[in-house]
Every structure is written in structure tokens, then in C-alpha cells.
């Protein structure tokens, strides 16, 4: 991913954020190289060529480019466990990515650390009043850890610059306003925003991201995001969030099949570039 210089707000009309349209196909172009990344993944872990355990995080593009995707180089991202998107978003190379998800080098953190990291980052920050944030990702399971109740007690106490991001899923059968209600994380009270978004939405986490993220970046402290899927059962909806951002673009008319082959077959080279390193292979 090229290095961001300068932080990207989109303008505010009448309480609504305004996403241009050449952030949209922004959007679009990193959820489409994301869900390419975790195919090549699970492609090599078929064939036997991957010793890692993958990044199985397909169908979560639209909660990491929305929010990854306009943080600066100097903020810090932190998450789960296999989950590297974000970091390839922010600008992690290939050949850093893949070393890692295959166990090569850079073992993979706890998420008590990773969460101790970025409540760190977060507090040097402010105490630098330096705008920069941290953001931690996690799933629904992670939260369940005593580390992350500690870290939003810290944040919320100290104002501290920093976005939690939970991905969950809840039952479909839910009607609409149990579903609002039953989203929110049952975590002690919190004294800053909760915010609960679709996680299928790019266009609408990505709003919600740069409300939150410029909240942080003016010193008012944190913000805790969650982003939903639904489920029947056991099994997720087939609700796929590159298909969703396809069609919205179709819909405004942004979108032609010429721009996805052109952007496939590009960063398709760049996967074939950085795949056959030594240490990713057995």
C-alpha cells in the first residue's frame, strides 16, 4: 500500500459525511486487494507451500478499509491474532505480510499485548499531544479478555486517543431494534461514544470511522465501534461486502468490470512478486 502523507476528512453537510467518489473506488480497490490476499492465502495453505495457520478473515474487507484506510503512517494499529489486514492496509509490504501469516518470522502476539501496545501508543500520544491515534481491532471472542475491559476503562478515564473495533455477529431472526441493543458490547458503562455499524456497510463504517477517528486526533478522547454480521444459526449470511460495495458503486455509477480486471491483474503480480520468498515456503 503507498504511504499516506496527510489525513483524508471527508466534508460534514448537514450532519452526514460526504464520501467522494474517488474515495469510494478507493474503498472498493483495497477491500477487492484484501479479499485477493486471503485467497492467495488459503490457496498456498491448500497446496501445502504455507506453514502458517492463514488470515482467516475473509468477509471482514469492509470493517478493515473502512477505518484502516485513512490512518497515517505514525498512528498505531493493533489486532487480533491472525488478523492482518489492517496492517496491509496501513501500509505492512507483502512479502512482511506473508512472512508473518506463515509463522516465518514475527511470531504472532497475544492479544493482551496487542492491546498493551496500543493503550501505550495511545498514552505517549497524548501526552505528546502529538493528533496521532491508536486502533485496536478485535473479535467478538477477544473480547471477552479482562485486557480489553482494562484498556476502555484506561481510555475512558484518561480520554485517551483510540478507537476499539469489535467484530461481532448476531442472529438474523432478531428484529431491528433488538438487534441495535443486543450490538452494543455488555462492558462495564463506558463514558465515550459506542457506536454500533453494519459490517457488510464499507461506505457506512468507513463514516463512522472518520467521525471517531477525528474525535480522537482533536484530544476528545475514545471511541468504541462495533461492527455487525448477521447470522442464521451457526452459519454467517452469505451477505458479502465486496459484492455489496460493487453494487453500490454500479448504483452511482462508478463502477465498470475494465476498472476491477485492471486492479486484479495488477495486484495479482504483486502477490506473485512477494509469495515466493524462501521462508514462506516449506
Given at each position: 500500500?503507498?504511504?499516506?502523507?496527510?489525513?483524508?476528512?471527508?466534508?460534514?453537510?448537514?450532519?452526514?459525511?460526504?464520501v467522494?467518489?474517488?474515495?469510494?473506488?478507493?474503498?472498493?480497490?483495497?477491500?477487492?486487494?484484501?479479499r485477493?490476499?486471503?485467497?492467495?492465502?488459503r490457496?498456498?495453505?491448500?497446496?501445502?507451500?504455507?506453514?502458517?495457520?492463514?488470515?482467516?478473515?475473509?468477509?471482514?474487507?469492509?470493517?478493515?478499509?473502512?477505518?484502516?484506510?485513512?490512518?497515517l503512517?505514525?498512528?498505531?494499529?493493533?489486532?487480533?491474532?491472525?488478523?492482518?489486514?489492517?496492517?496491509?492496509?496501513?501500509?505492512?509490504?507483502?512479502?512482511?505480510?506473508?512472512?508473518?501469516?506463515?509463522?516465518?518470522?514475527?511470531?504472532?502476539?497475544?492479544?493482551d499485548?496487542?492491546?498493551?501496545?496500543?493503550?501505550?501508543?495511545a498514552?505517549a500520544?497524548?501526552?505528546?499531544?502529538?493528533?496521532?491515534?491508536?486502533?485496536?481491532?478485535?473479535?467478538?471472542?477477544?473480547?471477552?479478555?479482562?485486557?480489553?475491559?482494562?484498556?476502555?476503562?484506561?481510555?475512558?478515564?484518561?480520554?485517551?486517543?483510540?478507537?476499539?473495533?469489535?467484530q461481532?455477529?448476531?442472529?438474523?431472526?432478531?428484529?431491528?431494534?433488538?438487534?441495535?441493543?443486543?450490538?452494543?458490547?455488555?462492558?462495564?458503562?463506558?463514558?465515550?461514544?459506542?457506536?454500533?455499524?453494519?459490517?457488510?456497510?464499507?461506505?457506512?463504517?468507513?463514516?463512522?470511522?472518520?467521525?471517531?477517528?477525528?474525535?480522537?486526533?482533536?484530544?476528545?478522547?475514545?471511541?468504541l465501534?462495533?461492527?455487525?454480521?448477521?447470522?442464521?444459526?451457526?452459519?454467517?449470511?452469505?451477505?458479502?461486502?465486496?459484492?455489496?460495495?460493487?453494487?453500490?458503486?454500479?448504483?452511482k455509477?462508478?463502477?465498470?468490470?475494465?476498472?476491477?480486471?485492471?486492479?486484479?491483474?495488477?495486484?495479482?503480480?504483486?502477490?506473485?512478486?512477494a509469495?515466493?520468498?524462501?521462508?514462506?515456503?516449506?
Amino acid at each position: 500500500m503507498k504511504t499516506k502523507s496527510k489525513e483524508h476528512t471527508p466534508a460534514v453537510q448537514n450532519g452526514i459525511s460526504l464520501v467522494s467518489n474517488r474515495k469510494l473506488l478507493a474503498l472498493y480497490s483495497t477491500m477487492l486487494k484484501c479479499r485477493m490476499i486471503e485467497e492467495r492465502i488459503r490457496i498456498l495453505i491448500e497446496q501445502s507451500r504455507f506453514t502458517g495457520n492463514g488470515c482467516a478473515v475473509a468477509g471482514q474487507e469492509a470493517t478493515a478499509a473502512g477505518v484502516a484506510i485513512d490512518l497515517l503512517p505514525e498512528d498505531t494499529v493493533s489486532a487480533f491474532p491472525g488478523d492482518l489486514i489492517p496492517l496491509f492496509i496501513k501500509g505492512l509490504p507483502l512479502v512482511k505480510l506473508f512472512a508473518r501469516a506463515s509463522g516465518a518470522s514475527h511470531p504472532s502476539l497475544t492479544i493482551d499485548a496487542q492491546i498493551m501496545i496500543a493503550t501505550s501508543a495511545a498514552i505517549a500520544n497524548k501526552n505528546s499531544k502529538n493528533k496521532r491515534i491508536a486502533v485496536i481491532f478485535c473479535s467478538r471472542e477477544c473480547t471477552s479478555h479482562s485486557s480489553w475491559q482494562e484498556a476502555l476503562n484506561s481510555a475512558g478515564v484518561h480520554a485517551l486517543p483510540v478507537i476499539f473495533i469489535s467484530q461481532s455477529s448476531l442472529p438474523s431472526s432478531l428484529d431491528r431494534q433488538t438487534k441495535a441493543n443486543r450490538g452494543r458490547l455488555k462492558t462495564k458503562a463506558c463514558s465515550f461514544p459506542i457506536l454500533t455499524v453494519d459490517g457488510n456497510d464499507a461506505v457506512a463504517v468507513y463514516r463512522v470511522a472518520c467521525e471517531a477517528i477525528a474525535h480522537a486526533r482533536m484530544g476528545d478522547g475514545p471511541t468504541l465501534i462495533e461492527c455487525l454480521r448477521w447470522k442464521a444459526g451457526d452459519t454467517l449470511l452469505d451477505d458479502d461486502p465486496l459484492l455489496n460495495m460493487e453494487k453500490y458503486l454500479v448504483g452511482k455509477g462508478l463502477f465498470k468490470e475494465e476498472f476491477k480486471r485492471k486492479i486484479a491483474a495488477g495486484f495479482s503480480r504483486e502477490l506473485d512478486a512477494a509469495v515466493p520468498a524462501r521462508n514462506l515456503l516449506k
